[in-house]
Structures are given as structure tokens and as C-alpha cells.
């Protein structure tokens, strides 16, 4: 396949590595400083649990043209960047499958008017990674986890999408096409957004975390009020496994959750939540419409909300240390 990766952060860097490494024609579309850094030594990738480290070689782009022509297009780019780049999108019309790649609780319907309902699809990717050393620290997830997930707007599982699938799964990609992703990601950040408001209360520490009980429950209760309104609005929590959050006693989620804090692998799983305090400020923005338009009452979602909508890193953890972001790259 021919694709275009639109977006050349820490994940979209990952995709274009892996699946020019399988054998497609990937372009990646960078600027600035990430454009020189990506033609001058490549992406550079490093394996979280084995270590390896590879340095693949990808065809960067500055621009999308009006007359290029790709089988596909992923748009790996923060919420809130989005309808930025919706009119270049648009004015290409040889390339038949753009796929928006990423966090969305605002449904598709401004992709759709821009675009054509035929030419957008969903997907978010079963990948996560940060950027230390000049390189990227990236973990793929299994399938038991979060596989790489994409869909038709309308469910179907279309020709197209399972050439995508294989294409994704042969770049090393675990996949599963869904179909109803609208639902997929909504119920996506009814997860995140309690999950990054928590660790913000924590001052991004997850060891604050860890032994935070308070932020804790306020995640497990929120991410059960965001279920909430989600099921309100008729919209399935999907998977459906998920529903897991609303019966287990919330004692036994705390515990849980400290287990898997524990984990290293975790300070790259959640570590894009400091370092994207703008799309999480947007998804939430997108959430507390929906939460709206249900009448639910949301105040554990209230309370972690004012922790996403800080500008500054609230100093209220029980030692008061600021943790640092992890650095990203260029």
C-alpha cells in the first residue's frame, strides 16, 4: 500500500516505522525541526521490553498536494489539531481512505462534511510511546490489552478495512476492526480522561498515584458516571468487557489498579497524558457536552475535570513534588 502518514509524533513516527519496515510505501508528513531530525537520521525506534533499538529509514513530506495520490492517509494528530488540517484533506481528492487515527468523543460528522462520508474512517492505535535519548520508547499493546482498532463509520467489515487490518497487522500491529468505532472511542475517554485527571492530582507522578487512594476512587467513580452517561445516550460501552468497571466493587478496582502502576511499562502507557495536556483539555471539553446532553450528574468527572483544566500542575499530592514530563521528541 501506499500511505500517507499525516502527523510525525511519537506514535505516528511508530506506525510509519513499522509498516515501511513490512514492505509499504509510507511518506510521513513532518515539519520543522521533526522534518530535518526524520531526513537527516531517520526514525529511531526503541523496543520498551526488548531493548532494540532500529533506525528505519521514511520518505518525509511537508506537505499534502492537492494532486498526490495515496491508498490510504492516517491523520496521527491531537484532537484538537484536526479540523486544522480538514480543508488540505479535502482539497486531495485521489486518495480514496483517510483514516483519523486517534482520541474523538465529538463523532465524525465534521470529518464526514468535509470529506465525503465514503472516504473517513476510524481507528485509534494499540501503541505507546515517549521520547528519551532521541529516540522512541514504544510499547505495543496485545490484544488481550488494546489491539490497534479501526473501523467503517458505518460498521462494516468492508474490503477496505480488512486490506488495512492486514496491512497493520503485518507491520507487527495486533488489530481488531470494530464495528462501532464511534462507540469505541467515546467509551475510550470516558476511560481516559478520569485516568489522566487522576494522575494530574497526583502531579503526574505515578508513584503519587499508586498510593493516592482518593485519586483512585475519584477515577473509578468517574470513569462509572462517564458509563453512565454514555449509556444514557444509547451509546453501548464498547467492548463491552469494559462493563467489568461498573460491577466490580470499587475496593477491588483500587487494588487493581495499583497492581498494574506498578508495572514499568506503565510509565509509557500513560505517559502521553503529560505530554498532551491540550487534546486532553479537548476530549474533555467533548465529554462534558455529552455528560450535558445526558442530565447525568457527574461529580467525581467534575472534580478530576478541574485537575485537566489547571493550566499549572496543582501542588495538593501528599508531598507536593513536581514531577517533569517526560521529553519529547523534535
Known sequence: ?????YGAGNIGSLYAAKLKESGNNVDILARGR???????HGIRLQDFVSGEETTTRVEAVESLAPDDAY???LVILPRHRVCEVLPILAANQNTPSIMFFGN?????????????????LLGFPGAAGICQDDRIRFLILDKGEQPTTIGEIDGAESERIKVIASALKDAGFPVSISTNMDAWLKTHVAEIIPTAGALYMANEDIGQLK??????????????????V????????TPSIHQVFRWIPEFLLVAMMRRKLNDKAWSVKIGHASNARDEVKAIA???????????IATPA??????YVDATERPADSANGSHVGAPPRCP
Open 1 to 5: 500500500m501506499k500511505i500517507l502518514i
Open 211 to 228: 498510593h493516592n487512594r482518593e485519586a483512585l476512587g475519584l477515577m473509578i467513580r468517574a470513569i462509572r458516571e462517564g458509563f453512565r
Open 230 to 237: 454514555l449509556s444514557s445516550l444509547d451509546i453501548p460501552i
Open 104 to 120: 474523538n468523543a465529538g463523532g465524525s460528522e465534521e470529518m464526514i462534511r468535509s470529506l465525503g462520508r465514503e472516504r473517513v
Open 34 to 40: 521533526r522534518l530535518r531530525e526524520i531526513r537527516e
Open 285 to 295: 471539553r467533548e465529554f462534558r457536552q455529552l455528560a450535558q446532553q445526558s442530565g
Open 71 to 73: 491508498d490510504l492517509v
Open 301 to 306: 468527572l467534575d472534580q478530576l475535570q478541574s
